[in-house]
């Protein structure tokens, strides 16, 4: 199994305060990811890192801001959390998106449900 | 854009059975990728299977198998031998240039 942890793995807060959540990586693989699942959408892309300070937005990264200060750490904030937000993260690696022409794995940690009363 | 759809919500399949999940997929891209990931009651995404767009052969990881059919834009799931353990929703996901499209999950549930 790929070294991915998730911090915290439950939280629940209020609408308007931020909250900060946290993945961490023991492989050294160069692309993280943020996705929230939801019910009758599957995973959805909220953003992506490809490396230490380089990161891009996603399909659903309106309310969301990350930062990757280093390799093995990525960090997904809600500013400001609204009930819309509550759904379950999940942080993915992968060594690249493509890698000699073939498309690599991403590899998902264990989630985080977090839920904004 | 890419797609990826699965139009079976649950299926049921008796123990030790074959079961086919579906996956439909529609992308302009000449070079792509599909996976399947099983995501249990605990809730974790779980790497099956990987087809390359270009790969000749149909991928096989153990009681799974990839019935890819190009033309028709199907990577349909097989599991041989279903198992108890088998209970889980399926997901299939078609690779974009920086992330994975996701299909809405089939939800299996094998029957004793």
């Known amino acids: 199994d790929a070294g991915i942890t998730q911090s915290p793995r439950h939280k629940v807060t209020e609408t308007g305060t931020p909250v900060t959540l946290r993945c961490h990586q023991t492989e050294n693989h160069r692309y993280m990811y943020w996705y929230r699942q939801d019910p009758g959408h599957g995973l959805r892309l909220i953003h992506y890192?490809?490396?230490?300070?380089?990161?891009d937005k996603g399909e659903v990264s309106d309310g969301y801001s990350v930062s990757r200060s280093k390799t093995e750490d990525f960090l997904l904030t809600l500013e400001s959390a609204t009930s819309s937000q509550t759904s379950v993260y999940f942080c993915?690696?992968?060594?690249?998106?493509?890698?000699?022409?073939?498309?690599?794995?991403?590899?998902f940690g264990p989630g985080t449900r977090l839920t904004v009363l | 854009a890419q797609k990826i759809t699965q139009t079976q919500p649950g299926m049921f399949v008796q123990e030790k059975e074959a079961v086919t999940l579906d996956c439909t997929y529609d992308t302009s891209d000449p070079s792509y990728g599909l996976f399947w990931y099983k995501q249990p009651s605990s809730g974790e995404m779980i790497f099956l299977i990987y087809?390359?767009?270009?790969?000749?052969q149909n991928a096989t990881e153990g009681r799974y198998s990839l019935n890819f059919q190009k033309a028709r834009k199907s990577a349909n799931l097989v599991i041989s031998a279903s198992q108890l353990g088998d209970s889980a929703m399926y997901f299939c996901a078609m690779a974009g240039a920086n992330n994975l499209f996701f299909g809405t999950g089939t939800r299996l549930t094998v029957i004793p």
């Open positions: 993915a690696i992968s060594e690249s998106p493509r890698a000699s022409g073939k498309v690599d794995t991403q590899y």
């Open positions: 890192s490809y490396g230490v300070k380089d990161t």
């Open positions: 087809q390359g767009s270009y790969d000749q």
